[in-house]
């Protein structure tokens, strides 16, 4: 009977995440950097299933090198998120390379050092994005504010999973250091698979933004502060450009987009919008989604799809979700209850006539 190992399967599964990616993108280009992320974390698993289930030492190099890519990778990812600028037009982009020439430069002429640079540099990309992940959902100003929140979310499970690969490098050279490496192929066959699928689907899930329920712990990092003179000032010329343009029917409208459009600073469009009206940008974005939705819902028969897209609601799940938070009811029950409403009126003006 053929031995197929687990991180092959793990392997096929990330290949199906990746062409979901591709796929939601409606034809465009996915983030490269995302892309290029789940077809490393492909790749290794590929490499560690030869690896550990076949005994094949001869590949140790290549898992070596591509360990070496993955934290620079997912910096690249989450940090493109932030500000928004091309994949190629970011400062210093060649110095990501220089951990995996490190590697790479061991492995052919001193490999000693390898265990303890792949230390290094899990725990430095690692620190890197938890400081990203402590700044809070506003700092990926380039993520659409349909899913800043799940991008965010895979944000903060790539920092924990980066730095934790580091603590696992480290707890594997003690292991050998002991006891000849008795216990690392379990701690490295069941560990690089469980974080794989899980950074995979993070990758997937930041690299398209598919959202996740928005919830009240998000608000610790929007300390609670009297608006001030001028936060009252741009929350009312907020409105105002949403009202007239309508710009949340915008699906790619991010905070990025939205701070230029009023001439204004990040920080300073957010910090506005915590104060005065006391929620997150994507939560006062998809409250007019969701008004406007509802007015549809109510005055036509359009499809509830078609009226979820023209809204600016990406994805049906977070259109349930958002619209649940705010009217406490599904679209379909909504509807339900307006044309019981209407049909109630109707009767009465009948009666009244």
């Given amino acids: 009977m053929l031995f197929v190992p687990l991180p092959f399967v793990v392997a096929f599964l990330l290949l199906i995440l990746l062409i979901q990616m591709i796929r939601r993108n409606d034809g465009n280009a996915p983030n490269p950097f995302f892309a290029a992320l789940i077809a490393v974390y492909i790749l290794q698993s590929v490499v560690i299933g030869v690896r550990w289930g076949y005994g094949i030492t001869l590949i140790l ?44 430069g061991f492995i052919a002429f001193w490999p000693a050092p ?65 006891t000849g490496g008795v216990y690392s192929g379990s701690i490295v066959a069941f560990g690089n698979v469980l974080a794989l699928f899980i950074l995979g689907t993070a990758a997937t899930v930041a690299g398209t933004s598919q959202p996740p329920t928005e919830s009240a712990g998000d608000d610790r990092f929007a ?58 940008v994507s939560q006062y974005v998809n409250d007019y989604r969701v008004r406007e939705a509802c007015r549809s819902l109510a005055d036509t028969d359009e499809p509830i799809t078609r009226i979820m897209f023209d809204a600016g609601f990406q994805t049906k799940s977070n259109f349930n979700r958002e619209f649940l938070r705010v009217t406490g009811m599904s679209p379909k029950a909504w509807r339900g209850r307006t044309s019981v409403a209407n049909e109630k009126a109707e009767k009465i003006m009948r009666l009244v006539g």
């Fill in 114 to 178: 390898i265990s303890l640079a792949l230390i290094l540099i899990f725990l430095g990309y690692g620190t890197a994005l938890t400081a990203l992940a402590w700044a809070g959902p506003n700092a990926l100003g380039s993520s659409r504010l349909d899913g800043v929140i799940s991008a965010y979310r895979a944000l903060q499970v790539t920092a924990f999973a980066v730095l934790a690969s580091g603590l696992m490098d480290i707890v594997i050279s003690f292991d050998f250091a002991e």
């Fill in 223 to 280: 300390p609670v502060i009297t608006p001030s003179a001028e936060d009252a000032q741009i929350a009312a010329s907020l409105d105002d450009l949403m009202q007239s343009r309508t710009l949340y029917r915008d699906v790619d409208l991010n905070l990025n987009r939205l701070a230029r459009k009023m001439g204004l600073s990040v920080r300073q469009v957010s910090s506005a919008v915590n104060r005065v009206k006391s929620m997150s």
């Fill in 61 to 104: 190099p290549v898992q070596a090198f591509l360990a070496a890519i993955v934290p620079a990778l997912a910096w690249l990812s989450f940090e493109g998120l932030r500000d928004g600028r091309s994949p190629l037009n970011r400062p210093v982009l060649l110095l990501h390379a220089l951990p995996a020439l490190v590697i790479l």
